[in-house]
């Protein structure tokens, strides 16, 4: 592994750093904003709009479709200094992490005309609709159905409900994965749409969370009608359309946020433990805090290794899974520990305050939901035991089965 930035690599950082500081100022109150506060979903846009002018909005992709032309490497290092003026909003990572990147590998030329561009410049904002109430993380168990208008137009006509469809009460456009032949194996019978969200027949109904965030929905569709030219990717074929946004999926949630280890130290440096001394003296906190720096080394460690095979042109593989699973317990671990060593003070912290305290509050909250977004663990560890452990196939019993076959629940 090479930690250090090429010649090249090396510039680039000094040109994002200096850009940065000349348009983005500093807000480190923003360490863990609310993904729900659309209250900033104007600067959002606007900042989109001023990195989308040079270059910087998608650096990975083809400047044809507005993006910056650049290296994986150049998109991980501007990340990186951009973290560092609270400048990451999250309206537009779904849309251009997962969604647009699917419509790029899918659309005709016309429709990648109409989307992409503008979603680089964040004046469309997307969502991926999935996840259903009797699916979990099995996105193949879709029974959001879409079957032809009787009216020879070619339409399609969408019915069913999504859930968990993070942004949907903010975005413009999203793509859906809908069941369009039972008599088929699960993964077989599958088709993917883009939609606009706000067609007849839409429904968005915000899920409100124990965090007091509001940024899950409920999606229901009722005789949603879609043009064939919606469609992504062949009838039936809806599932390959869907891996290529799970893997993107996976990697764009594969890290933390909000305050590690180290401001726990400095927490616990600052309030009174057993005795009247330090709480960081207590030896059981003093145990745990070893344990969250080893993993916090093992995932540092692991990323320099993405970055490597980033920079030698190769792609990480399925062991970007452990990032995540290991980030998101860690995340949940520490906001707890953070609030018991608190005492009461741990539970009367204004929502709405940046401050450190309402920042481990809120990762304990939210590490509930990071656990089981993109991927619940369950999902994640069986994906490392096939595909980096190599050990055998999980049991599928509804492999060769028509969908209309199997049993709800299985």
Request: glycine content about 12%; some cysteine; overall charge negative.
């Amino acid at each position: 592994m090479d930690f250090n930035d090429s010649p090249a690599e090396a510039e680039f950082r000094t040109n994002a750093r200096a850009w940065l500081d000349v348009n983005a100022g500093r807000d480190k109150e923003r360490k863990a904003p609310r993904v729900d506060d659309t209250s900033l979903l104007g600067e959002g846009k606007v900042w989109q709009a001023k990195k989308a002018e040079v270059g910087y909005a998608c650096i990975t992709w083809p400047k044809e479709w507005g993006g910056g032309g650049g290296t994986p490497m150049e998109q991980v290092i501007f990340n990186e200094e951009e973290a560092k003026h609270g400048r990451g909003y999250g309206f537009f990572a779904i849309g251009l992490g997962m969604c647009v990147p699917t419509v790029m590998a899918f659309a005709d030329n016309a429709t990648k005309q109409r989307f992409v561009p503008a979603a680089v410049r964040g004046e469309e904002i997307w969502c991926q609709l999935f996840s259903e109430p009797s699916a979990g993380s099995d996105a193949a168990a879709s029974r959001t159905r879409a079957m032809r208008a009787g009216d020879g137009s070619g339409d399609w006509i969408l019915d069913g409900q999504k859930v968990w469809t993070s942004g949907a009460h903010y975005s413009d456009f999203g793509i859906v994965l809908v069941r369009t032949d039972p008599d088929v194996p699960k993964h077989s019978g599958l088709t993917m749409f883009w939609v606009d969200m706000k067609s007849p027949g839409v429904d968005i109904r915000p899920i409100h969370q124990a965090s007091g965030e509001s940024d899950f929905n409920e999606v229901y569709f009722t005789d949603v009608r879609v043009r064939d030219s919606q469609r992504l990717g062949e009838v039936g074929k809806g599932w390959n359309v869907a891996l290529v946004t799970l893997m993107n999926e996976r990697l764009a949630v594969g890290g933390g946020m909000g305050p590690n280890w180290s401001e726990l130290l400095a927490l616990a440096q600052g309030i009174p433990g057993v005795g009247g001394s330090s709480a960081a003296e207590d030896g059981g906190f003093r145990e745990r805090l070893a344990d969250w720096y080893v993993s916090a080394e093992g995932l540092r460690l692991t990323r320099y290794r993405a970055m490597t095979a980033l920079s030698r042109g190769d792609t990480p593989g399925p062991e970007s899974a452990i990032g995540k699973i290991v980030s998101a317990r860690q995340m949940q671990e520490i906001g707890e520990e953070a609030m018991n060593r608190l005492d009461q003070y741990g539970i009367v912290g204004d929502e709405h305050e940046r401050h450190l305290i309402s920042a481990f509050q809120h990762n304990w909250f939210w590490g509930t939901a990071l656990r089981i977004a993109g991927g619940t663990d369950e999902i994640l560890k069986n994906i490392i035991a096939e595909r980096v452990l190599g050990l055998p196939l999980d049991i599928r019993i509804d492999r060769d089965v028509a969908f209309k076959d199997i049993p709800r629940g299985v």
